[in-house]
């Protein structure tokens, strides 16, 4: 009886180092796995970030794509881990997935701009200082992140525009080029000499100074308005002499016109007094000149 005892004691005792053991080996194959996993991680993030790290790739993108890959990797080394101690994560990974698509549900526009502001940042239709026209704001643009642009208007103001606003709208990049075209439209009087006043109007582009003489200049024709003839005087400039050349443009036309005695007409009304049947009874007819 005593010997039966013994070996039961001692059957008991082997089984229970064999599941000691097993779970030993089992939290060792846990831990090695986040080791590695961590590892695989911190390596993916850095080699991403090595590879983003250029001139072309904003510091942003290549920060938020190390950062992803980092996160990702080592949750996916956790469920790895959970599976091997037994833990089944099928739960965890439905409870993940169902509170990932609330908070999608609740942050809908959040994540409309977050995603915008990812494809902005990787096609780059405009850089930072660049001067733009975007969802309806003009500026120059000082800071691309990922949900929100930061546009600082001529007149010093701060405006803030959702990333969204500006994927789904048109983009104009101003400055996007080494050399812009500056334009000055103006109108002259009707009785004035075409020819004269292309003349003209070519010598006020060329009195600028500092514009891209390799351009050249136009004078252009561009309608036959209500009250006057509509002309657009252009030249071209860098981006950093826009402004001013532009306002230089403009003068020198007017200079220009006033030298020549052409005349820039402004909108005007004409007022007639007719007689009807003799009668003496006026009636007024407009015309707009």
Not at 11 to 39: D, H, K, M, P
Not at 267 to 285: C, S
Request: aromatic share 10%.
């Amino acid at each position: 009886m005593n010997e039966l005892l013994s070996q039961s004691q001692a059957y008991l005792n082997v089984e229970t180092i064999q599941v000691l053991g097993s779970y030993v080996l089992r939290i060792l194959a846990f831990v090695l796995i986040l080791a590695a996993g961590r590892y695989v991680a911190r390596w993916a993030r850095t080699l991403i970030r090595g590879g983003l790290d250029r001139p072309k790739v904003d510091t942003t993108l290549t920060k938020f794509a190390s950062n992803f890959a980092y996160y990702a990797i080592f949750l996916l080394a956790i469920f790895a881990g959970l599976e091997t101690v037994g833990i089944e994560t099928a739960s965890f990974v439905a409870v993940l997935a169902a509170a990932s698509f609330a908070v999608g549900l609740a942050l809908q526009g959040t994540l409309a701009n977050f995603a915008a502001g990812i494809m902005l940042l990787i096609f780059r239709p405009f850089k930072v200082d660049d001067y733009v026209e975007i969802a309806g704001e003009t500026g120059f643009v000082r800071d691309i992140s990922l949900f929100f642009t930061r546009l600082t208007t001529r007149d010093n103001r701060l405006v803030i525009v959702p990333n969204g606003d500006i994927f789904g709208s048109t983009i104009r990049n101003i400055f996007a080029h080494d050399v812009v075209r500056v334009d000055c439209d103006v109108g002259t009087d009707y009785p004035a000499d075409l020819d004269a006043t292309r003349d003209v109007l070519l010598e006020a582009a060329r009195n600028v100074e500092d514009r891209v003489t390799e351009k050249g200049e136009q004078a252009a024709l561009t309608a036959l308005g209500g009250s006057s003839i509509n002309w657009q005087v252009r030249i071209w400039a860098t981006p950093d002499d826009y402004f001013r050349l532009k306002q230089e443009l403009t003068r020198q036309v007017k200079h220009k016109l006033d030298e020549a005695e052409i005349g820039i007409p402004y909108p005007q009304m004409d007022v007639h007094l007719d007689e009807l049947n003799g009668t003496g009874d006026p009636t007024e007819t407009d015309s707009v000149g």
